[in-house]
């Protein structure tokens, strides 16, 4: 069975500053992995997915992640918050079992606050 | 650009009331999922459906049912709303590993 856990229910950093949102992956099988934002009263928007290329990723908005199987890990980074980064992050693994293969398994999410 | 469509962004219906909602895309997809999301809780999927009139239960389809008669709707069916059912539903459609949302009906049960 695959889970996701993110780190953090709200992160705060001031703009400028660097970002990173924390998420830990527990999967049997290599794992695709994806991260989504929402924008306030929005549905998910899709940030980046790692799907076993290259292990950093980058993806929209200036955002990247790094898959580190060692570490089951795929935090995502942004060099320089924006106030327009102010979200909820969501890491995502998709399922490798019975009928829920290729469905997501969502984190709880991590909401963003970038300070002025 | 892939698009998904709910009937409502807001809705308010009171206890035991038959609640629809709707979700359309319009990109052919042959799977398509409901998700609630509560604060602290994630998104939570209730049900989704691979094909029309297949259906599959998620996590939590209790108290839910869903109707996909057509390959682009997929609605979901609060038989007889209560309270604890006051949540943001998404639904979502899916093409190869990727899930393209919808912007969310967020229902309140008065």
């Known amino acids: 069975a695959q889970s996701v856990t993110q780190l953090g229910s709200h992160v705060s950093v001031s703009e400028g500053a660097l970002v990173l949102l924390r998420c830990n992956y527990s999967?049997?099988?290599?794992?695709?992995l994806f991260w989504y934002v929402q924008y306030p009263n929005q549905g998910l928007q899709l940030l980046l997915k790692?799907?076993?290329?290259?292990?950093l990723v980058k993806g929209i908005n200036g955002f990247e992640a790094e898959f580190k199987k060692s570490e089951t890990s795929f935090h995502l980074t942004k060099p320089s918050a924006h106030m327009s980064d102010a979200a909820e992050y969501f890491c995502?693994?998709?399922?490798?079992?019975?009928?829920?293969?290729?469905?997501?398994?969502f984190g709880k999410g991590t909401k963003l606050s970038v300070k002025p | 650009d892939v698009k998904v469509t709910q009937s409502s962004r807001y809705l308010v219906k009171r206890t035991g009331e038959k609640v629809f909602l709707e979700c359309v895309q319009d990109?052919?997809?042959?799977?398509m999922f409901w998700y609630r999301q509560d604060p602290g809780l994630g998104l939570r999927l209730i049900y989704f459906?691979?094909?029309?009139?297949?259906?599959e239960k998620g996590d939590i389809p209790e108290g839910y049912s869903v109707s996909r008669e057509k390959k682009e709707r997929f609605s979901l069916i609060l038989e007889s709303a209560s309270t604890n059912q006051t949540s943001m539903y998404l639904c979502?459609?899916?093409?190869?590993?990727?899930?393209?949302f919808g912007p969310g009906t967020r229902l309140t049960v008065l």
């Open positions: 995502a693994v998709r399922a490798y079992y019975g009928g829920s293969q290729g469905n997501l398994i």
């Open positions: 999967s049997s099988v290599p794992p695709y």
């Open positions: 790692y799907t076993s290329a290259a292990t």
């Open positions: 459906s691979y094909d029309v009139k297949m259906k």
């Open positions: 979502a459609s899916r093409l190869a590993n990727e899930q393209f």
């Open positions: 990109m052919d997809h042959e799977n």
